[in-house]
T-cell receptor, first 114, second 113 residues
């Protein structure tokens, strides 16, 4: 069965420093992976996705993610964090057998301090 | 701009009083989803439609129903809301290709009093 895991409930980083939010996945076939961000009392906003091709995927707001097949990981990164990046981040994978469904990780709260 | 719109943004209902949340889309997507999200947890899928085909999750309570009268609109009906149903309800749409992302509305925050 497909799933994603986000091992950190919370990540703290100083403004201007690089940030990483971790995600690992479990699928038996080719993974279709997504990152979303959620600000308080808002819906989820799409950041980026990995379908195939380059392992480094660039997305919105300066975010990027690195797909690593051997480590089954899809970590979200940003070279220089902003206070406004503070939010809840979700990793998701498309279903393998019912690919209309998305399976979300438990979420990671990112705190960027001035 | 094409988008997913949820109304209302905030809904207060009385314990046991039926309530309906609405969602509309201008993306012309085949798939529409309803998620429940509590306290910054992962969104929990309640059900989804592929066109008019309704797909219920096995653990979705019978108290939750849905209607999709046409491609653009989808409704979530809670027949007898309990205190435990207080949550953020998220509507989303998606295309049928595996490489497509889901597009979310702003959500409806439901309070049960």
């Amino acid at each position: 069965a497909q799933s994603v895991a986000q091992p950190e409930d919370q990540v703290n980083v100083a403004e201007g420093n690089p940030l990483t939010v971790k995600c690992t996945y479990s699928v038996s076939g080719n993974p279709y992976l997504f990152w979303y961000v959620q600000y308080p009392n808002r819906g989820l906003q799409f950041l980026l996705k990995y379908i195939t091709g380059d392992n480094l995927v660039k997305g919105s707001y300066g975010f990027e993610a690195e797909f690593n097949k051997s480590q089954t990981s899809f970590h979200l990164k940003k070279p220089s964090a902003l206070v406004s990046d503070s939010a809840l981040y979700f990793c998701a994978v498309r279903g393998e057998y019912n690919f209309n469904k998305f399976y979300f990780g438990s979420g990671t709260k990112l705190n960027v301090k001035p | 701009d094409a988008m997913v719109i949820q109304n209302p943004r905030y809904q207060v209902t009385q314990f046991g009083k039926p309530v309906t949340l609405s969602c509309s889309q201008t993306l012309n997507h085949n798939v529409m989803y309803w998620y429940q999200q509590k306290s910054s947890q992962a969104p929990k899928l309640l059900f989804h439609y592929y066109d008019k085909d309704f797909n219920n999750e096995a653990d979705t309570p019978d108290n939750f129903q849905s209607r999709r009268p046409n491609t653009s609109f989808c409704f979530l009906d809670i027949r007898s809301p309990g205190l435990g149903d207080a949550a953020m309800y998220l509507c989303a749409t998606g295309g049928t290709g595996r490489n497509t992302e889901a597009f979310f509305g702003q959500g409806t925050r439901l309070t049960v009093v």
